[in-house]
């Protein structure tokens, strides 16, 4: 089953934060953050394995609740840049390098 | 770091031909390639596992007759996409990871236009 993202549209004014959601029905090892601007290939941001770290990465951080089976991505002071459309692949039970990706959230930052 | 190339990164082909698409990791081993199907506005979707030396394992729902694979060496898997059709007009991305690596690289994909 695909992991459900939440939500699945956010437009945001340039320097405002954003919360993107991924929530999983089975086990999961790891979550993988990604960022597909239109006609690209998906940008890699981070990745988050069991144990429910947090990380970050410059304005943009995500945390995994393994509890819940859930991931956040958090962009604060949002940038121009940071539109796109966000996918989380997660991956199930073991380190195989199979990810099943989110539905995508679709972010807009506007000036 | 690792990079994965693909090849064509565009194609365009009347109904009915096939085509194939080449996934190379560049400076590193793969024993096992992913390659995945985009259309607009959707999301990723796996369609199949690429073993290296043996059959691919493909997902529930994708025809592995109309989508071949091959992973004959530790860096080259090829998707054949046989009597293609428009309904298979699509983005195609493989990735691959480095062994004992946790992070996938993608390719950069290959959109592929049946005419």
């Known amino acids: 089953q695909q992991p459900v993202q939440s939500p699945q549209a956010v437009i945001l004014r340039e320097g405002e934060d954003a919360v993107i959601n991924c929530s999983s029905s089975?086990?999961?090892?790891?979550v993988h953050w990604y960022r597909q601007k239109h006609g690209e290939a998906p940008v890699f941001l981070m990745i988050l394995l069991k144990g429910g770290e947090q990380k970050g990465h410059e304005k943009i951080s995500a945390s995994f609740n393994e509890k819940k089976q859930q991931s956040s991505l958090y962009l604060t002071a949002s940038q121009l840049s940071y539109s796109g459309t966000y996918f989380c692949?997660?991956?199930?039970?073991?380190?195989?390098?199979?990810?099943?990706f989110g539905q995508g959230t679709t972010l807009q930052v506007k000036p | 770091g690792a990079v994965v190339s693909q090849h064509p990164s565009w194609v365009i082909c009347k109904s009915g031909t096939s085509v194939k698409i080449e996934c190379r990791s560049l400076?590193?081993?793969?024993?096992?390639m992913f390659w995945y199907r985009q259309f607009p506005k959707q999301s990723l979707m796996l369609m199949a596992t690429s073993n290296e030396g043996s059959k691919a394992t493909y997902e529930q729902g994708v025809e592995k007759d109309k989508f071949l694979i091959n992973h004959a060496s530790l860096t080259l898997s090829t998707l054949t996409v046989t009597s293609a059709h428009p309904e298979d007009s699509s983005f195609y991305i493989c990735?691959?990871?480095?062994?004992?690596?946790?992070?996938?690289?993608f390719g950069a994909g290959s959109r592929l236009t049946v005419l």
């Open positions: 400076d590193f081993q793969a024993t096992t």
């Open positions: 990735s691959a990871r480095q062994s004992g690596a946790n992070v996938l690289t």
């Open positions: 692949g997660t991956e199930w039970g073991s380190n195989t390098g199979k990810l099943i």
């Open positions: 089975k086990a999961l090892y790891s």
